[in-house]
């Protein structure tokens, strides 16, 4: 529901590959615009951090005009800034932070510099609606693969477990180039799998049984290059949609396993899915089935809110307004670590 | 803004500059009312361009006594230099003159150095020819030619120290990092930019620029190679955009590796 008297947050997210900058009201969604690097990446097979931050420095100030424009906004209408301050790619997060506070400076407005984790966990408000009290949320994307646990997303956020090694949508990229598919590897597997059987290889499951809530998807990447490797060594022809689809079963497997694990250990009935990698279609399905027998609520935003981008930042910036949080100073670093325990700094 | 003249060929008469540059170990910024430089504020630490550079700014508006809504021009610095840090002045640039309505330009950061040089009373004042270099790591500098303190000759371009043409005196940090390479006796002027020296060096050619020219320098444009031979034929001002020289470290992969022997 949107109300006249709720500040008009702009969030601007550069913690990778993508300008985005979003714009709401309260938590009502008013824009979400996004620009991509991802093509000039594509061939390099992978993010390549200074073609990333020379991407959103160009990109910036025709987004910002875009998602104004989209929400029929002038920038003197807006009254606070949010910016990703961290954790991402360091050169990338200080384009978007330096604009924030030019933009926060020239409005005299308060700046928000905010945790793209916790981001990634507020937007599903701009959805969903307010946020249940505690939540479990898992966070999975290219760079980052983790299960939290939100007792308050403007305020408190706690690390319940991470990967050890490659994030999830990393292992997809990897699994990606083995099998000759394309960057990024996530969709392409995604579809990849629909004609193939999730049971046709036995990956491992890293972790599976070891009691943490940590993740590791290392040496399932290596076990799909060896099995691939293995079968082009004895001249066997390798179904490229079996294996997408094993590996992809083995993953979401993993994710969803801990997930619910997370909401039985702390006894929490409500779970939230965010990341790039939450637009995975069998990850969405495998959640729901195993939300429903154990009598969790699932909630994903839908893709678009789910991949990086600044509605996710103004999102959490709202919380923050709303909270009567103090705004962050103008000397704030972008920090590429910058630890979830760390909502805003 | 104030204009002057009527018509055709309308000219500035009324500027109040803002200028910073972070494209040297320099967090630098400074004021300029068309006449002096009324505050200037710099840092020498290159490792925190971006936290360093909003307060600063704050800082000689506060000196001043200058709401930043009466800023008629924004101008930072192009660089070269090392892309993480100059990106934080251009990107400021760019946003701070948009909420202000203000136009922004850029100016090639050696050229501010070497307008420095020419400022009399300013110790390291330079007679005749000499080059700028600023530290562009992996052992090379930029490197520009000039014929005096507001003439380049050649440049901006960047290469190893041992490269530079001979016997000309080297302003800027680079000089003095690779003295034993370029000879002691060679290093000269000031080490670092000066958002003053780069404000006064904006204001002397918005002075004399029409309505027309101003407002074709200061927007982003999208045919980067109209803008920058109009920036050559008005001088030194351009759009605010990054001078970066080389391209991005990127190999594009071949086959996967091998996992198995």
Same mark, same amino acid.
């Given at each position: 529901?949107?109300?006249?008297?709720?500040?008009?947050?702009?969030?601007?997210?550069?913690?990778?590959?993508?300008?985005?900058?979003?714009?709401?009201?309260?938590?009502?969604?008013?824009?979400?615009?996004?620009?991509?690097?991802?093509?000039?990446?594509?061939?390099?097979?992978?993010?390549?951090?200074?073609?990333?931050?020379?991407?959103?420095?160009?990109?910036?100030?025709?987004?910002?005009?875009?998602?104004?424009?989209?929400?029929?906004?002038?920038?003197?209408?807006?009254?606070?800034?949010?910016?990703?301050?961290?954790?991402?790619?360091?050169?990338?997060?200080?384009?978007?932070?330096?604009?924030?506070?030019?933009?926060?400076?020239?409005?005299?407005?308060?700046?928000?510099?905010?945790?793209?984790?916790?981001?990634?966990?507020?937007?599903?408000?701009?959805?969903?609606?307010?946020?249940?009290?505690?939540?479990?949320?898992?966070?999975?994307?290219?760079?980052?693969?983790?299960?939290?646990?939100?007792?308050?997303?403007?305020?408190?956020?706690?690390?319940?477990?991470?990967?050890?090694?490659?994030?999830?949508?990393?292992?997809?990229?990897?699994?990606?180039?083995?099998?000759?598919?394309?960057?990024?590897?996530?969709?392409?597997?995604?579809?990849?799998?629909?004609?193939?059987?999730?049971?046709?290889?036995?990956?491992?499951?890293?972790?599976?049984?070891?009691?943490?809530?940590?993740?590791?998807?290392?040496?399932?990447?290596?076990?799909?290059?060896?099995?691939?490797?293995?079968?082009?060594?004895?001249?066997?022809?390798?179904?490229?949609?079996?294996?997408?689809?094993?590996?992809?079963?083995?993953?979401?497997?993993?994710?969803?396993?801990?997930?619910?694990?997370?909401?039985?250990?702390?006894?929490?009935?409500?779970?939230?899915?965010?990341?790039?990698?939450?637009?995975?279609?069998?990850?969405?399905?495998?959640?729901?089935?195993?939300?429903?027998?154990?009598?969790?609520?699932?909630?994903?935003?839908?893709?678009?809110?789910?991949?990086?981008?600044?509605?996710?930042?103004?999102?959490?910036?709202?919380?923050?307004?709303?909270?009567?949080?103090?705004?962050?100073?103008?000397?704030?670093?972008?920090?590429?670590?910058?630890?979830?325990?760390?909502?805003?700094? | 803004?104030?204009?002057?003249?009527?018509?055709?060929?309308?000219?500035?008469?009324?500027?109040?500059?803002?200028?910073?540059?972070?494209?040297?170990?320099?967090?630098?910024?400074?004021?300029?009312?068309?006449?002096?430089?009324?505050?200037?504020?710099?840092?020498? %630490? #290159? @490792? $925190?361009?971006?936290?360093?550079? &909003?307060?600063?700014?704050?800082? =000689?508006? *506060?000196?001043? +006594?200058? /709401?930043?809504?009466?800023?008629?021009?924004?101008?930072?610095?192009?660089?070269?230099?090392?892309?993480?840090?100059?990106?934080?002045?251009?990107?400021?640039?760019?946003?701070?003159?948009?909420?202000?309505?203000?136009?922004?330009?850029?100016?090639?950061?050696?050229?501010?150095?070497?307008?420095?040089?020419?400022?009399?009373?300013?110790?390291?004042?330079?007679?005749?020819?000499?080059?700028?270099?600023? %530290? #562009? @790591? $992996?052992?090379?500098?930029?490197? &520009?030619?000039?014929?005096?303190? =507001?003439? *380049?000759?050649? +440049?901006? /371009?960047?290469?190893?120290?041992?490269?530079?043409?001979?016997?000309?005196?080297?302003?800027?940090?680079?000089?003095?990092?690779?003295?034993?390479?370029?000879?002691?006796?060679?290093?000269?002027?000031?080490?670092?930019?000066?958002?003053?020296?780069?404000?006064?060096?904006?204001?002397?050619?918005?002075?004399?620029?029409?309505?027309?020219?101003?407002?074709?320098?200061?927007?982003?444009?999208?045919?980067?190679?109209?803008?920058?031979?109009?920036?050559?034929?008005?001088?030194?001002?351009?759009?605010?955009?990054?001078?970066?020289?080389? /391209?991005?470290?990127?190999?594009?992969?071949?086959?996967?590796?091998?996992?198995?022997?």
């Amino acid at each position: 529901m949107s109300r006249t008297d709720e500040p008009i947050v702009l969030g601007i997210e550069t913690s990778c590959d993508e300008t985005g900058v979003g714009i709401v009201r309260g938590h009502t969604l008013l824009a979400n615009t996004i620009a991509s690097s991802m093509d000039e990446h594509a061939r390099f097979g992978g993010v390549v951090p200074e073609v990333a931050s020379r991407a959103h420095l160009e990109a910036m100030a025709p987004t910002v005009e875009g998602a104004l424009a989209a929400a029929g906004l002038r920038l003197s209408d807006v009254d606070a800034v949010a910016v990703t301050a961290g954790p991402g790619l360091a050169g990338a997060l200080l384009v978007g932070v330096a604009a924030a506070k030019a933009y926060a400076m020239g409005l005299g407005v308060p700046l928000y510099g905010v945790n793209h984790l916790a981001a990634h966990v507020a937007v599903d408000q701009l959805e969903h609606g307010p946020l249940p009290k505690p939540a479990i949320a898992l966070l999975v994307s290219g760079g980052h693969s983790s299960l939290l646990l939100v007792p308050d997303v403007a305020q408190d956020v706690v690390s319940l477990g991470s990967t050890v090694d490659d994030a999830a949508g990393e292992a997809f990229d990897k699994v990606a180039r083995v099998l000759g598919l394309p960057f990024p590897g996530g969709p392409y597997i995604d579809r990849a799998a629909r004609e193939g059987s999730g049971t046709a290889v036995a990956f491992p499951r890293g972790k599976y049984d070891d009691g943490t809530l940590d993740f590791s998807f290392s040496g399932l990447k290596t076990a799909v290059a060896r099995w691939v490797e293995a079968r082009e060594a004895a001249g066997e022809p390798v179904s490229v949609a079996d294996v997408a689809a094993s590996f992809q079963e083995a993953v979401v497997d993993v994710l969803t396993r801990k997930a619910l694990q997370a909401c039985a250990r702390y006894d929490v009935k409500d779970l939230l899915i965010g990341g790039g990698v939450a637009a995975n279609s069998r990850l969405r399905v495998l959640a729901q089935e195993r939300c429903d027998a154990a009598g969790v609520r699932l909630r994903v935003p839908r893709p678009g809110l789910c991949t990086d981008n600044g509605a996710m930042v103004a999102a959490l910036g709202a919380n923050l307004v709303a909270a009567g949080v103090d705004p962050s100073s103008l000397d704030i670093p972008a920090d590429s670590s910058l630890p979830i325990t760390t909502v805003h700094v | 803004m104030g204009w002057g003249g009527a018509g055709e060929g309308l000219r500035l008469t009324f500027v109040l500059v803002l200028a910073f540059d972070t494209a040297t170990p320099a967090v630098t910024a400074a004021l300029h009312d068309g006449d002096y430089v009324v505050a200037e504020s710099t840092t020498v %630490d #290159a @490792r $925190r361009h971006g936290e360093l550079l &909003a307060p600063a700014i704050e800082q =000689v508006l *506060r000196d001043s +006594g200058v /709401r930043l809504r009466d800023v008629t021009a924004i101008v930072a610095g192009t660089g070269p230099g090392p892309y993480t840090g100059l990106r934080v002045g251009l990107m400021t640039a760019t946003a701070l003159a948009t909420t202000i309505g203000a136009p922004a330009f850029g100016v090639c950061t050696l050229d501010a150095i070497a307008y420095a040089t020419g400022q009399t009373g300013q110790t390291g004042e330079i007679d005749g020819p000499f080059l700028v270099a600023t %530290d #562009a @790591r $992996r052992k090379e500098v930029f490197w &520009a030619r000039y014929g005096d303190a =507001v003439t *380049r000759l050649d +440049g901006p /371009r960047v290469d190893r120290p041992d490269d530079l043409p001979p016997d000309l005196p080297v302003v800027g940090a680079g000089a003095r990092m690779y003295a034993e390479t370029i000879g002691a006796d060679r290093v000269a002027g000031p080490e670092h930019p000066s958002a003053g020296a780069l404000a006064a060096l904006a204001a002397g050619r918005l002075a004399g620029l029409t309505v027309e020219e101003a407002a074709e320098l200061a927007e982003m444009p999208d045919g980067r190679i109209d803008s920058v031979e109009k920036a050559r034929e008005l001088g030194v001002l351009g759009p605010p955009r990054p001078i970066y020289l080389r /391209r991005p470290d990127a190999q594009i992969p071949g086959a996967p590796k091998r996992v198995t022997a």
